[in-house]
């Protein structure tokens, strides 16, 4: 059975950490590249960061870079977020996703740009919650 499981969310306050992680089961998770979105409430889900198939290519919106860090180990099967210096703005849910596509997350692409229907299969997410 096809499965991604997202967890590692809580709550923090503003300038604390976490890392979420994605963990796949009844496949390979290596073989695709793999998307972090989030949806704040009342708002649409947008894409936050993206890994290649080949892990040569990272993106981030430029709202988390240099705090945010996605990263793969393929022996654990599973994609993680490192998420530092969160903000309240950073409050969502945040859900993994992967897409079998050719191009999806490539050198050409930037994470301002992912799209939903461009990724395949979905966690259940995970709440962040940042508050002091």
């Known amino acids: 059975q096809v499965q991604l499981v997202e967890s590692g969310g809580n709550t923090v306050q503003p300038g604390g950490s976490l890392r979420l992680s994605c963990a796949a089961s009844?496949?390979?998770?290596?073989?695709?590249?793999v998307g972090w979105f989030r949806q704040a409430p009342g708002q649409e889900r947008e894409g936050v960061s993206c890994?290649?198939?080949?892990?040569?290519?990272?993106h981030h919106v430029d709202s988390v870079k240099g705090r945010f860090t996605i990263s793969r180990d393929h022996g654990k099967n599973t994609v993680y977020l490192e998420m530092t210096n969160l903000q309240p703005e950073d409050t969502a849910i945040y859900y993994c996703?992967?897409?079998?596509?050719?191009?999806?997350?490539?050198?050409?692409?930037?994470?301002?740009?992912?799209?939903?229907?461009?990724?395949?299969?979905w966690g259940q997410g995970t709440q962040v919650t940042i508050s002091s």
């Open positions: 996703a992967t897409a079998g596509a050719w191009g999806v997350c490539g050198p050409h692409t930037r994470a301002e740009d992912m799209k939903a229907s461009e990724y395949d299969y």
């Open positions: 009844g496949f390979t998770l290596g073989r695709y590249a």
């Open positions: 890994i290649s198939d080949s892990d040569s290519i990272m």
